[in-house]
């Protein structure tokens, strides 16, 4: 079956260090991959997506990076600030038209 | 920017009454879906809606839910006997192709009594 996970429920950074956080999938099928932002008390916020032909994609102080071979997702915020602190989850879509499957998340507390 | 809107923000019921949580989809979307997060829990898909009908639905999303597009704006979910289980965050989202960047609002926290 499907299932998405993180290796780290809770990171903890110093301001201005880059973060990493990490999620497995088990889907080799899965074709698109999505992460996503929650701050307490709002709905999850977009950060950026990769679909399976890439290996990695850039945005604005975040990259993800993705391994098919060992089917694993990466997210990496540099120079991380405070208001980064938030739980961050990834969600998958197996190939084709279906629903995203979503993992539980990590929790990065940035400290100041 | 635009922005997907719920409302209520918090609704509390009592078991076995009926709720209608409202959305407002960001304008230009065709795709809605609706989640729910149980507290501590992982986001999960209950259904998809497209062209004015139930594209894709979860195990969640038995007979006592039920969706709706009652006008060119609102797109609602209805929970006609709640119950205890029921009491979860549950976020809308809109996109603009399907099964891709999904963007969701804040979310409306149940609470069943």
């Known amino acids: 079956g499907e299932s998405v996970g993180l290796h780290l429920p809770t990171l903890s950074v110093q301001e201005g260090d880059n973060s990493i956080i990490n999620c497995a999938y088990s889907?080799?099928?899965?074709?698109?991959f999505i992460w996503y932002k929650q701050e307490s008390g709002k709905g999850p916020q977009f950060i950026i997506d990769?679909?399976?032909?890439?290996d990695k994609r850039q945005g604005q102080r975040v990259t993800v990076l993705l391994n098919k071979t060992v089917k694993h997702l990466s997210l990496q915020i540099a120079a991380t600030q405070p208001g980064d602190s938030a739980v961050y989850f990834c969600?998958?879509?197996?190939?084709?038209?279906?629903?995203?499957?979503f993992g539980k998340g990590t929790r990065l507390s940035v400290i100041a | 920017e635009p922005e997907v809107t719920q409302t209520p923000s918090h609704q509390v019921t009592q078991m076995g009454q009926e709720v209608i949580l409202r959305c407002v989809p960001i304008?230009?979307?065709?795709?809605f879906y609706w989640y729910r997060q149980i507290l501590g829990q992982k986001v999960e898909f209950l259904v998809s809606?497209?062209?004015?009908?139930?594209?894709?639905k979860s195990e969640i999303f038995d007979d006592q839910f039920s969706v709706e597009r009652p006008d060119g704006s609102n797109f609602t979910l209805k929970i006609r006997s709640t119950k205890l289980e029921d009491s979860a965050m549950y976020f809308c989202?809109?996109?603009?192709?399907?099964?891709?960047?999904?963007?969701f609002g804040a979310g409306t926290r149940l609470s069943v009594l």
């Open positions: 809606f497209y062209n004015n009908e139930i594209s894709e």
């Open positions: 304008s230009n979307h065709l795709y």
């Open positions: 889907n080799s099928a899965s074709d698109y």
């Open positions: 989202a809109s996109s603009d192709v399907r099964w891709v960047i999904q963007y």
């Open positions: 990769i679909r399976s032909n890439m």
């Open positions: 969600a998958e879509r197996n190939m084709g038209n279906t629903p995203l499957v």
